[in-house]
């Protein structure tokens, strides 16, 4: 399993442009996307469990997901 560091490094780097925060709070990730300024939320999801983000290739077709459901307008708790 990677380090949660590199494992939001990689989730946030994922988003780019768009602005991404990736935090964790007892084994539970939160992650957070939006556009720099304004600042205005794209994306929130809590409680994402890392059990199966376990190598790069996971991570990147994680983001890949969640980007798509960005752009289906889905998952989306804007603040």
């Known amino acids: 399993m990677l380090p949660i560091s590199v494992l939001c490094n990689i989730v946030e780097s994922?988003?780019?442009?768009?602005a991404c925060e990736c935090t964790e709070t007892l084994g539970l990730l939160r992650i957070e996307v939006y556009e720099r300024e304004p600042r205005c939320v794209k994306l929130r999801i809590?409680?994402?469990s890392t059990e199966h983000l376990?190598?790069?290739r996971a991570i990147s077709d994680f983001v890949g997901e969640l980007?798509?459901?960005m752009r289906a307008g889905r998952r989306a708790l804007a603040g």
């Open 14 to 18: 994922g988003f780019e442009p768009l």
């Open 46 to 48: 809590d409680n994402v």
């Open 54 to 56: 376990t190598s790069v």
């Open 67 to 69: 980007r798509k459901e």
